[in-house]
């Protein structure tokens, strides 16, 4: 039975207009993306076998276009559809980190690094600039690969942050295996990084660790 079919109430599409998106269960916010199921299956249907064969919606953001179209119902058309979806949605949290001061916005910058960051699976180094108040300036990516202390050089960060003028930075990083735990490495990064910058007077506010949708603060934490 198609999801046309169903009882209204029962429909993905309808019960997100009349009780609202979070009503829906990951499945249904995908069938409501996909609109249409394949031979024999609903949207519905064809969104569970998406999550179960990649392991979540971090894992399927993260699939490449050869792997994407591995389940059938999903094709090359699709896997564009959904990677724009994301893109607006990190786009506009960018929009709203922008407008705010960041030591005010706490969980706005820990949702902007999940969607940015989160769902890779190579690790990557962020810097977020920030002006005098706290307001973003930009984000950059600034190393990816197994990041150790000699992979991210102070020197290179020091020369962007003036470069944009920055009066204070946030690092965050991604790790893959899904363990957000800060290893002895990033101390020691994060400390290297925070010595260098101080010299031209530029603050490190924060370092955050994402691992799908979980993060750690080193300033939480007091490592900071």
Do not use: C
């Amino acid at each position: 039975m198609t999801i046309k079919n169903w009882p209204e109430g029962e429909r993905p599409r309808e019960r997100l207009l009349a009780q609202g998106v979070q009503s829906l269960s990951d499945a249904e916010l995908l069938a409501v993306f996909l609109r249409t199921g394949s031979a024999g299956r609903s949207a519905v249907d064809v969104g569970r076998a998406a999550l179960a064969h990649f392991g979540g919606l971090n894992a399927l953001l993260a699939a490449p276009p050869d792997r994407f179209v591995e389940i059938p119902g999903l094709g090359p058309a699709k896997y564009a559809q959904l990677q724009a979806v994301a893109e607006v949605a990190r786009r506009a949290l960018q929009e709203d980190v922008r407008r705010d001061t960041l030591l005010n916005a706490p969980d706005k910058v820990r949702q902007y690094l999940r969607l940015r960051i989160g769902h890779l699976q190579h690790e990557v180094f962020v810097a977020l600039f920030l002006d005098a108040q706290n307001r973003l300036l930009t984000a950059e990516e600034i190393f990816r690969g197994t990041l150790t202390q000699t992979s991210v050089y102070p020197r290179e960060i020091v020369k962007h942050a003036l470069r944009h003028n920055a009066a204070a930075l946030i690092f965050a990083h991604n790790h893959p295996s899904g363990v957000a735990e800060p290893s002895r490495a990033d101390e020691m990064l994060t400390a290297s990084l925070k010595q260098a910058l101080a010299l031209v007077d530029v603050r490190v506010l924060d370092h955050l660790i994402v691992a799908g949708n979980a993060t750690v603060s080193f300033a939480e934490r007091g490592l900071i």
